[in-house]
T-cell receptor
Framework: NAGVTQTPKFRVLKTGQSMTLLCAQD?????MYWYRQDPGMGLRLIHY???????AKGEVPDGYNVSRLKKQNFLLGLESAAPSQTSVYFC???????????FGPGTRLLVL | SQQGEEDPQALSIQEGENATMNCSYK?????LQWYRQNSGRGLVHLIL?????REKHSGRLRVTLDTSKKSSSLLITASRAADTASYFC?????????????FGEGTQLTVNP
């Protein structure tokens, strides 16, 4: 099993450009999450999903949209990138709410 | 403010020594989890301790939970250079928090060979 995978690994955007980050998991997990990690701030939850076709806002949702059209995929979109969105983005999934989360390797995003 | 706060922010020890990291939180929890993050990598789950448990072991890891003090500690015994990483605690506050875990800011552990 590949676990949780993320594409791309690294991306540079100009302010105002859009992009989509893809997360895929092959563990048949219901719950999926998108986090951002900034120096000295730990992980902050952007959006999450409790099952196919569902999404919900996390702690820092502004400027991001998500979709979960298939159970195994969770997409994070930036419609108009801003320098404040420069960060490392992690996707995670879990089988049971509130329990062990499995993380992907991360996507480093630089917005100029 | 953070639900989980780790202490110390950074810890440097020699190989073979024990490393202790602490986590404090503010509200009642269902469980508390510890994760490790190697530089440039994703987080890896280490151990989960439930609110009705006081201590748990996994290999060289020992986790304690004191719900009266709202604190937890992670002890790594006989540390190795490969243990160098950031360690995060994360709390599950139950259904009222949705499906989220709340992560602390982490402790950076350096084990010198």
């Amino acid at each position: 099993n590949a676990g949780v995978t993320q594409t791309p690994k690294f991306r540079v955007l100009k302010t105002g450009q859009s992009m989509t980050l893809l997360c895929a998991q092959d563990m048949n997990h219901e719950y999926m999450y998108w986090y951002r990690q900034d120096p000295g701030m730990g992980l902050r939850l952007i959006h999450y999903s409790v099952g196919e076709g569902t999404t919900a806002k996390g702690e820092v949702p502004d400027g991001y949209n998500v979709s979960r059209l298939k159970k195994q995929n969770f997409l994070l979109g930036l419609e108009s990138a801003a320098p404040s969105q420069t960060s490392v983005y992690f996707c995670a999934s879990s089988l049971i709410r509130g329990e062990t989360q499995y993380f992907g390797p991360g996507t480093r995003l630089l917005v100029l | 403010s953070q639900q989980g706060e780790e202490d110390p922010q950074a810890l440097s020890i020699q190989e073979g020594e024990n490393a202790t990291m602490n986590c404090s939180y503010k509200t009642s929890i269902n469980n508390l989890q510890w994760y490790r993050q190697n530089s440039g990598r994703g987080l890896v789950h280490l151990i989960l301790i439930r609110s009705n448990e006081r201590e748990k072991h996994s290999g060289r890891l020992r986790v304690t939970l004191d719900t009266s003090k709202k604190s937890s500690s992670l002890l790594i015994t006989a540390s190795r250079a490969a243990d160098t990483a950031s360690y995060f605690c994360a709390t599950d506050m139950g259904e009222t928090s949705g499906s989220r875990l709340t992560f602390g800011e982490g402790t950076q552990l350096t084990v010198n060979p």
